[in-house]
């Protein structure tokens, strides 16, 4: 069985412009989540979604993040205007139901903004 | 509210030496739910184990096992006869049903296997 699919993998550009970070869940899966990884912040929880619906969206850092999820196998993350600071892990994952499931991570989308 | 702390920041220990990762979480909810992750060198997070709070029994798998009491909140982790390969860093997370669809991480526990 597939994974969480997570693209692109690396991801380099420059401040200010818009970045879109992509997220093909586990076939099945009724809810999902968006993380950022930083060294300084550790792991933190941006926004998950259950049945494509938003539930909970305050780790979102501000306007310039935004999150969607048209359908049941997609969602995306995206930065607009990117800064240096957003620099960081991504990671989507995936849980059959909400809550208390287990969550299975994909291989994360490095993000380097210059 | 609730919360994990994973006080070792960083552990070597040499091959083939046990060594035990501590978790200690805080809740008010008798009902939740505890995991084990493991992020290696390449970056991804991987799952090793989810408990529920009913269940105390300690689990084996392998080199791996987990010894959950609900006295101390703690659930710690110990490799037995380590090696490189369990070289990464090791989360701990609590997530309580009913509440919010929360997974809370700790901070982790960076695992140097040395050869």
């Known amino acids: 069985d597939a994974g969480v699919i997570q693209s692109p993998r690396h991801e380099v550009t420059e401040m200010g412009q818009e970045v879109t970070l992509r997220c093909k869940p586990i076939s099945g899966h009724n809810s999902l989540f968006w993380y950022r990884q930083t060294m300084m912040r550790g792991l933190e929880l941006l926004i998950y979604f259950n049945n494509n619906v938003p539930i909970d969206d305050s780790g979102m850092p501000e306007d310039r993040f935004s999150a969607k999820m048209p359908n049941a196998s997609f969602s995306t993350l995206k930065i607009q205007p990117s800064e240096p600071r957003d620099s960081a892990v991504y990671f989507c994952?995936?849980?059959?139901?909400?809550?208390?499931?287990?969550?299975?991570f994909g291989p994360g989308t490095r993000l380097t903004v210059l | 509210a609730q919360k994990v702390t994973q006080a070792q920041t960083e552990i070597s220990v040499v091959e083939k030496e046990d060594v035990t990762l501590d978790c200690v979480y805080e809740?008010?909810?008798?009902?939740?739910?505890l995991f084990w992750y493991k992020q290696p060198p390449s970056g991804e997070l991987v799952f090793l184990i989810r408990?529920?709070?009913?269940?105390?029994q300690n689990e084996i798998s392998g080199r791996y096992s987990w010894n959950f009491q609900k006295s101390t909140s703690s659930f710690n982790f110990t490799i037995t006869a380590s090696q490189v390969v369990d070289s990464a860093v090791y989360f701990c997370?609590?997530?309580?049903?009913?509440?919010?669809?929360?997974?809370?991480f700790g901070k982790g526990t960076r695992l140097h296997i040395l050869p």
């Open positions: 997370a609590l997530s309580e049903a009913g509440r919010d669809d929360k997974i809370i």
């Open positions: 994952a995936s849980s059959r139901k909400q809550g208390t499931d287990t969550q299975y």
């Open positions: 809740t008010r909810d008798t009902t939740y739910y």
């Open positions: 408990r529920n709070s009913f269940d105390e």
